[in-house]
């Protein structure tokens, strides 16, 4: 396909405009978990999950934003509602390591359309995320191992409740830096 100009394929635009509904989604998600940890008392962990939802919400935007420079549209679809009772801990980070799992499947199916498609400019784009579903999927991970290893001791998982509580949102600007 000889393309001259930064306007994606109809069918890019679709799919980037369904990660956007995406990152929205993982956004509701992370705020339902944080409401859930809110209700069982474990502030950090809420306050973690908070975190990462505005996080997921700076992604949305970064879409959202993209689409828009490229000349083509912004379509804004339902967003499913996430669910909202977990078993315990555990069983909430398990879903977020599937989740960012999933998320990174779908990032790695965009980056394929664009160099199928010859898009460098969102080869460009989508390389940022490709490294930061890396962190997503680390930082899952490492707490996931953490309240593995502790188990049923209440004392551990005080001590990573403290620990969750001390994470803050770091804004990212529009250059996919943060800052």
Known sequence: MERGDL???PKMIEELNLQLNREL????????MSVYFSGKG???FANWMRVQAQEELTHAMKFFDY??????SVRLLPIEAPPSEWTN???VFQETLRHEQKVTSYINNLMDLAIGEKDYATVNFLQWFVSEQVEEEE???NILDRLSLAGEDRGLLFILDQEL?????VAQNQDNKEG
């Open 7 to 9: 306007m994606p394929s």
């Open 25 to 32: 989604y993982s956004s509701y998600l992370y705020l339902s």
């Open 42 to 44: 474990l502030a950090g």
């Open 67 to 72: 689409i828009l420079k490229t000349g083509a």
């Open 89 to 91: 801990p555990l069983a």
């Open 139 to 141: 930082n899952a991970r």
């Open 165 to 169: 509580g001390k994470r803050v949102f």
